[in-house]
């Protein structure tokens, strides 16, 4: 679960700073940045399984074709930032199991991780690169990590999520070498820390971990490899799935019947389905053993059975999600963007309240009926922010320095960011602001959601106080 990101120099994320809940919605008209930050987890998510290079070229960039790595770097009219700097502070399993499937357990698992990668231009026949300039991975201490997480928990949820101590950093720089990491081994041994030279690494420090001689770092990876932006096409939400298919929604929608399969959960997924067609009888997957095929299909209550091929997006799109929320192995960090493509502006509220239901509930302990899953979307649908709770809420907008569009994450004033002291009040959004967007949004959509206006404004009269 990840908490805070902290980037500069990415894009159009000049100095940027945000917090994480477990349900977090980015609000913003078009092109003020809200993609970017979404490149941003998913950059440090493949920095964490591959090279630099390649993570860096994955961004955006779905055929893995050549691309000018310094579009990357924060760019002005005067000038170009050559570093690029992230901090994270993320929750890790209490688990983890290395690549030869031995199980460990981290030392603790409130992490912090810091990677500064910088720029070099093309010189002398050799093509532009990125290099690796610093990285760490130290702990949040328990005493700290309530006020950290900002967000309110009961003490069973923190219990849950805490757990473990430390007296040291996992990765660090060397003090009196700054191009030498020292990676300590916190699986049992007392050996020395290991001495990594960085200055022409290839991949982070991170990357590189795969074994139980060092649980915290591994888990560390883990949790950033997990983490996934869905992009559910048509075209894979449709398949069938042959008998060995792996049985998890992939990020673009495969394996809805095998997934369905395994979690043998009808019932619940088609309860949710039916808060968004209303008619839906059952659900189930059909076995095919002569083809080896899994088929998904759908009856209704007059008796009409539909194959998943047959039914729309929206619908596909609805029961992928709710597949995935009844999956207790579905966990960590699941971003979103724009939830409402392909859904008729009559069940937005259905799918606003799927996503939320799907996220983990801080008043709670983890288990299998409440996994550690955050569900991060970006929308510029006013119908869309109608449906949330302030609290929920990030406004995303753009602010030019340099001739250069920049972006600002900002929370909304009286909510938690603003309360617990992590968020100055002077960088949050007011009511009036959130009530402008609202009101900027196309003709078609501002009319239906006047009669929640009034909701929101004495929700938000209810979080000041």
């Given amino acids: 679960m990840l908490t805070r990101l902290k980037v500069k120099g990415f894009k159009s994320l000049e100095d940027i700073e945000v917090r994480f809940g477990p349900f977090t919605c980015v609000a913003g008209v078009n092109g003020v940045g809200k993609?970017?930050?979404?490149?941003?987890?998913?950059?440090?998510?493949?920095?964490?399984?591959?090279?630099?290079?390649?993570?860096?070229?994955?961004?955006?960039?779905?055929?893995r074709r050549r691309i000018n790595l310094s579009a990357l770097f924060t760019r002005t009219a005067n000038g170009q930032c050559n570093l690029m700097e992230f901090e994270v502070?993320?929750?890790?399993?209490?688990?983890?199991?290395?690549?030869?499937?031995?199980?460990?357990?981290?030392?603790?698992?409130?992490?912090?991780?810091?990677?500064a990668l910088r720029y070099v231009a093309a010189s002398d026949g050799h093509p532009e690169g990125i290099e690796l300039a610093y990285e760490a991975l130290d702990f949040v201490q328990k005493g700290d990590a309530k006020?950290?997480?900002?967000?309110?928990?009961?003490?069973?949820?923190?219990?849950?999520?805490?757990?473990?101590s430390s007296r040291s950093d996992f990765i660090y720089i060397d003090k009196d070498n700054s191009s030498i990491a020292k990676?300590?081994?916190?699986?049992?041994?007392?050996?020395?820390?290991?001495?990594?030279?960085?200055?022409?690494?290839?991949?982070?420090?991170l990357s590189n971990i795969n074994t139980i001689d060092r649980p915290t770092a591994l888990?560390?990876?883990?949790?950033?490899?997990?983490?996934?932006?869905?992009?559910?096409?048509?075209s894979s939400l449709r398949k069938p799935d042959d008998f060995s298919a792996p049985s998890r929604v992939s990020p673009t929608g495969e394996h809805l019947p095998a997934t369905l399969h395994r979690l043998k959960r009808f019932d619940e997924v088609a309860a949710q389905l039916a808060n968004l067609l209303p008619d839906i009888k059952s659900l189930g997957v059909d076995i095919d053993e002569r083809r080896e095929l899994k088929t998904l299909h759908l009856e209704t209550v007059s008796g009409i059975r539909h194959e998943a091929r047959a039914l729309s997006d929206g619908t596909l799109r609805f029961l992928a999600l709710a597949i995935i929320g009844s999956d207790p192995d579905a966990g960590g960090v699941i971003c979103l963007e724009e939830p409402e493509n392909g859904i008729h502006p009559a069940r937005i509220p259905a799918i606003v309240e799927l996503l939320g239901d799907m996220a983990v509930d801080p008043q709670y302990a983890i288990g299998p009926d409440n996994p550690l899953r955050q569900i991060i979307i970006n929308?510029?649908?006013?119908?869309?922010?109608?449906?949330?709770?302030?609290?929920?809420?990030?406004?995303?907008?753009?602010?030019?320095?340099?001739?250069?569009?920049?972006?600002?994450?900002?929370?909304?004033?009286?909510?938690?960011?603003t309360k617990s002291g992590i968020a100055a009040e002077d960088a949050a959004v007011t009511f009036g602001a959130l009530l402008d967007y609202l009101d900027a949004g196309e003709d078609e959509e501002a009319e239906p959601g006047k009669e929640n206006v009034a909701q929101l404004y004495h929700q938000l009269e209810i979080d000041c106080r």
């Avoid at 081994?185 to 290839?202: C, F, L, T, V």
């Avoid at 006013?382 to 920049?406: C, M, N």
């Fill in 35 to 63: 993609s970017n930050l979404f490149d941003a987890i998913m950059f440090l998510r493949d920095l964490a399984d591959t090279s630099i290079i390649d993570a860096a070229t994955r961004i955006r960039n779905s055929d």
């Fill in 89 to 115: 502070d993320f929750l890790v399993g209490n688990k983890v199991v290395d690549d030869f499937g031995r199980e460990a357990r981290p030392k603790v698992t409130y992490l912090q991780y810091k990677l």
């Fill in 147 to 164: 006020r950290r997480l900002g967000f309110p928990v009961s003490q069973e949820f923190f219990e849950s999520i805490y757990q473990g």
């Fill in 183 to 205: 990676v300590r081994q916190d699986g049992g041994s007392s050996g020395q820390p290991i001495s990594i030279p960085i200055d022409k690494a290839e991949r982070t420090i």
């Fill in 219 to 234: 888990a560390a990876r883990r949790e950033m490899q997990s983490w996934i932006n869905l992009q559910l096409e048509s």
């Fill in 379 to 417: 929308t510029h649908s006013p119908l869309v922010i109608q449906r949330l709770q302030t609290e929920s809420i990030i406004v995303s907008q753009a602010y030019k320095s340099d001739g250069a569009s920049l972006s600002l994450f900002c929370p909304i004033l009286g909510t938690w960011r």
